[in-house]
Nanobody, 121 residues
Framework: QVQLVESGGGLVQAGGSLRLSCAAS????????MGWYRQAPGKERELVAR???????NYADSVKGRFTISRDTAKNTVYLQMNSLKPEDTAVYYC???????????????WGQGTQVTVSS
């Protein structure tokens, strides 16, 4: 009923930039918070950045000042602009979206399929 399609990952040198996108589609009535998580090999999944429906944002300390999260409400899309990338940013990045479906009365969280970001030194 919901599809989250991510794009924009890839290989980049340290100091470079990438922009991730995540578009939600399906039987969506409303979207609340949208966010990005990442998981590096051997590590737990962690929050990178989050944005509410009102536009409030929060970031992991490790990415503050380098990453910017934004959203296009009309397109049900969330973006993550990543600048000054470091090798330690290497991970699979997942979008996470809180959605109210047309067919239900409860809010649920949905995950994207993940996109690989690799930063070489």
């Amino acid at each position: 009923q919901v599809q989250l399609v991510e794009s924009g990952g890839g290989l980049v040198q340290a100091g470079g930039s990438l922009r991730l996108s995540c578009a939600a589609s399906g039987s969506i009535f409303s979207i609340n918070a949208m966010g990005w998580y990442r998981q590096a090999p051997g590590k737990e999944r962690e929050l990178v950045a989050r944005i509410t429906s009102g536009g409030s944002t929060n970031y992991a300390d490790s990415v503050k000042g380098r990453f910017t999260i934004s959203r296009d409400t009309a397109k049900n899309t969330v973006y993550l602009q990543m600048n000054s990338l470091k090798p330690e940013d290497t991970a699979v990045y997942y979008c996470n979206v809180r959605i109210l479906l047309v067919t239900t009365s409860t809010w649920d969280y949905y995950w994207g399929q993940g996109t690989q970001v690799t930063v070489s030194s």
